[in-house]
């Protein structure tokens, strides 16, 4: 492996792999693992930048980092496999070391990953689905916008991307809030006015994969691209970066852009949005679930608080967002990009210390100390939560603080 940029840009020899690691905190950094043909620096690059933002607008003590395997679509299970494996061992050093840790992504599934891991010479163990904690903050955020507008029911949806996220997701839409009329895979992109039947898009999905959309009964087929301006009221982008770009946000119809996926908008793209009065809420804010409602599911929180603690607090930070973007005239990536800055290095796993004496001890792994760890880091990032939705409210621009 070649290091370019010290700590931010690494490549494998061969060319089919590269890390970004685009911060460090607490000796550690995260971010999944993207797998395309045609994965470049530069993406990865803003997907890693996007992981830091994430994490320190929510709390999380770790650096953001983003890595990408570049992969032919055409790839046979053991090229794929051979593949991982060969990435894996090329990033074994900074795995075993702690400095980044791989997470599942596009295209990397948990078997794949724990592929990479073994080849890195680190066992995983049992993998959290992070899509469906992602599936929560995503439906909380459109929740609180339609909190603060006058927003008719049913709300038209377009999906661009009908991925795992997208399945969880219409599972927590109801047909009598929600028409989903425009849906978008890799294969192509249907479109219905009257909106399609959730169950039957999930079955077709599981049946077909993305070939899905071809078979969808009574859709017009219309171009990829098209999902992105379909008449709407909430745009759900899913798929690559900057797929919302300068010639697509002109024409742009919906009220409110609610992403799964990260950095969707070029910056043009962004400014535009904004000026036409769509209101354009950041990917690392609508994906957030997917760090912070993991995390506290792993450290010991039921699914049922986990989903009190994003209808309530989360919520209410989506809710302030908006509110304070609006009072300044400013957009709400704005606004939550210059949090996330003034939150830098306030990120501190306040039972780090405690527990490196115990490990130090022979005593990390008793399962009190485990437990008690865990509630510690729970404690944390609903504390954070707490704090950042005054943050919010609290903002004024330009004075260095919030």
Same mark, same amino acid.
């Given at each position: 492996?070649?290091?370019?940029?010290?700590?931010?840009?690494?490549?494998?020899?061969?060319?089919?792999?590269?890390?970004?690691?685009?911060?460090?905190?607490?000796?550690?950094?995260?971010?999944?693992?993207?797998?395309?043909?045609?994965?470049?620096?530069?993406?990865?690059?803003?997907?890693?930048?996007?992981?830091?933002?994430?994490?320190?607008?929510?709390?999380?003590?770790?650096?953001?980092?983003?890595?990408?395997?570049?992969?032919?679509?055409?790839?046979?299970?053991?090229?794929?496999?051979?593949?991982?494996?060969?990435?894996?061992?090329? /990033?074994?050093?900074?795995?075993?070391?702690?400095?980044?840790?791989?997470?599942?992504?596009?295209?990397?599934?948990?078997?794949?990953?724990?592929?990479?891991?073994?080849?890195?010479?680190?066992?995983?163990?049992?993998?959290?689905?992070?899509?469906?904690?992602?599936?929560?903050?995503?439906?909380?955020?459109?929740?609180?916008?339609?909190?603060?507008?006058?927003?008719?029911?049913?709300?038209?949806?377009?999906?661009?991307?009908?991925?795992?996220?997208?399945?969880?997701?219409?599972?927590?839409?109801?047909?009598?809030?929600?028409?989903?009329?425009?849906?978008?895979?890799?294969?192509?992109?249907?479109?219905?006015?009257?909106?399609?039947?959730?169950?039957?898009?999930?079955?077709?999905?599981?049946?077909?994969?993305?070939?899905?959309?071809?078979?969808?009964?009574?859709?017009?087929?219309?171009?990829?691209?098209?999902?992105?301006?379909?008449?709407?009221?909430?745009?759900?982008?899913?798929?690559?970066?900057?797929? /919302?770009?300068?010639?697509?946000?002109?024409?742009?119809?919906?009220?409110?852009?609610?992403?799964?996926?990260?950095?969707?908008?070029?910056?043009?793209?962004?400014?535009?949005?904004?000026?036409?009065?769509?209101?354009?809420?950041?990917?690392?804010?609508?994906?957030?679930?997917?760090?912070?409602?993991?995390?506290?599911?792993?450290?010991?929180?039921?699914?049922?608080?986990?989903?009190?603690?994003?209808?309530?607090?989360?919520?209410?930070?989506?809710?302030?967002?908006?509110?304070?973007?609006?009072?300044?005239?400013?957009?709400?990536?704005?606004?939550?990009?210059?949090?996330?800055?003034?939150?830098?290095?306030?990120?501190?796993?306040?039972?780090?210390?405690?527990?490196?004496?115990?490990?130090?001890?022979?005593?990390?792994?008793?399962?009190?100390?485990?437990?008690?760890?865990?509630?510690?880091?729970?404690?944390?990032? /609903?504390?954070?939560?707490?704090?950042?939705?005054?943050?919010?409210?609290?903002?004024?621009?330009?004075?260095?603080?919030?």
């Amino acid at each position: 492996m070649k290091v370019r940029n010290p700590l931010l840009v690494m490549e494998t020899g061969d060319g089919k792999g590269l890390v970004v690691i685009d911060s460090i905190v607490d000796g550690t950094s995260s971010g999944g693992v993207r797998i395309t043909e045609d994965i470049t620096v530069d993406e990865v690059k803003a997907l890693a930048r996007e992981m830091s933002l994430k994490y320190s607008l929510f709390g999380l003590p770790r650096g953001g980092a983003k890595s990408g395997i570049r992969m032919s679509s055409g790839a046979s299970a053991e090229e794929k496999r051979r593949l991982l494996r060969s990435f894996g061992g090329c /990033i074994a050093p900074i795995v075993r070391a702690g400095i980044y840790y791989p997470g599942t992504d596009m295209n990397c599934s948990a078997d794949d990953l724990k592929t990479i891991y073994k080849a890195a010479g680190v066992s995983l163990g049992r993998l959290t689905d992070t899509a469906y904690f992602t599936a929560i903050s995503v439906d909380y955020a459109i929740r609180a916008w339609q909190g603060l507008v006058a927003a008719g029911k049913p709300l038209t949806v377009a999906v661009e991307g009908f991925g795992a996220v997208a399945s969880h997701l219409f599972t927590r839409l109801p047909s009598d809030n929600y028409r989903i009329t425009a849906i978008s895979t890799i294969k192509g992109a249907a479109f219905n006015e009257k909106g399609f039947a959730t169950e039957r898009l999930l079955s077709l999905r599981n049946e077909f994969g993305d070939d899905m959309v071809t078979k969808i009964p009574d859709a017009r087929k219309i171009e990829k691209k098209e999902v992105l301006t379909a008449p709407v009221d909430v745009l759900i982008p899913s798929a690559r970066t900057w797929t /919302i770009d300068e010639e697509v946000a002109p024409s742009v119809k919906a009220r409110i852009v609610a992403p799964i996926a990260n950095v969707p908008y070029t910056e043009e793209a962004a400014e535009l949005l904004h000026a036409k009065g769509v209101i354009s809420l950041p990917g690392f804010v609508t994906n957030a679930g997917g760090v912070f409602a993991s995390s506290l599911f792993e450290n010991g929180v039921n699914l049922a608080n986990v989903e009190t603690i994003c209808a309530t607090l989360y919520k209410a930070v989506v809710s302030d967002l908006l509110r304070k973007s609006k009072e300044l005239g400013i957009s709400p990536l704005k606004l939550a990009e210059s949090v996330a800055t003034r939150r830098t290095g306030a990120r501190k796993d306040r039972s780090h210390d405690f527990y490196s004496r115990m490990a130090r001890a022979g005593l990390a792994n008793l399962p009190l100390l485990r437990k008690l760890r865990g509630g510690a880091r729970a404690r944390n990032i /609903i504390d954070s939560l707490k704090t950042l939705s005054a943050e919010m409210s609290n903002y004024q621009e330009g004075t260095g603080a919030s």
